[in-house]
C-alpha cells in the first residue's frame, strides 16, 4: 500500500507557474513508477507526465511538453511536477499516482496505476 498526498495547487495568473508535490508513504517509493494526471470538469482524467523509478524515463502529454517538468527526489520520497508557461486550459485537478514498474519503465494509461492520491486543484485565469 502506498499513500499519496498532493500538495502545491492554487490560483495563477496565465503565464505563471506553480509546483505541485506528491509525499509517499507505505511502500519503498524507489520501486514505484509514478504519474501525474488531471481531470478537468465533464472530462476524462489525463495523463500529464510520467516518469521511471530513478528518473532516467519520462514522458510528457503533447500540451505540456517545453513547459512541464516532471521529476521524483526518492530519499524524500517525493514526486514534483514544475509547471511553467500556465494557459486556462491547464485548469483541472491535478492527481499523482504511482504503480509497479521495471527499471526505465513509465505507465501512460491511467487503469495502469495502482494508487491515487486526493487530487490538487489548479486554476490558471486569463
Known amino acids: 500500500q502506498v499513500h499519496l498526498v498532493e500538495s502545491g495547487g492554487g490560483l495563477v495568473q496565465a503565464g505563471g507557474s506553480l509546483r505541485l508535490s506528491c509525499a509517499a508513504s507505505?511502500?519503498?517509493?524507489?520501486?514505484?513508477?509514478m504519474g501525474w494526471f488531471r481531470q478537468a470538469p465533464g472530462q476524462e482524467r489525463d495523463i500529464v507526465a510520467a516518469?521511471?523509478?530513478?528518473?532516467?524515463?519520462?514522458n510528457y502529454a503533447d500540451s505540456v511538453k517545453g513547459r512541464f517538468t516532471i521529476s521524483r527526489d526518492n530519499a524524500k520520497d517525493t514526486l514534483y511536477l514544475q509547471m511553467n508557461s500556465l494557459k486556462p486550459e491547464d485548469t483541472a485537478v491535478y492527481y499523482c499516482?504511482?504503480?509497479?514498474?521495471?527499471?526505465?519503465?513509465?505507465?501512460?494509461?491511467?487503469?495502469?496505476?495502482?494508487?491515487w492520491g486526493q487530487g490538487t486543484q489548479v486554476t490558471v485565469s486569463s
Open positions: 516518469i521511471s523509478r530513478t528518473g532516467i524515463t519520462t
Open positions: 507505505g511502500r519503498i517509493f524507489s520501486t514505484y513508477a
Open positions: 499516482a504511482a504503480v509497479r514498474r521495471g527499471q526505465g519503465l513509465v505507465a501512460l494509461n491511467a487503469n495502469e496505476y495502482a494508487y
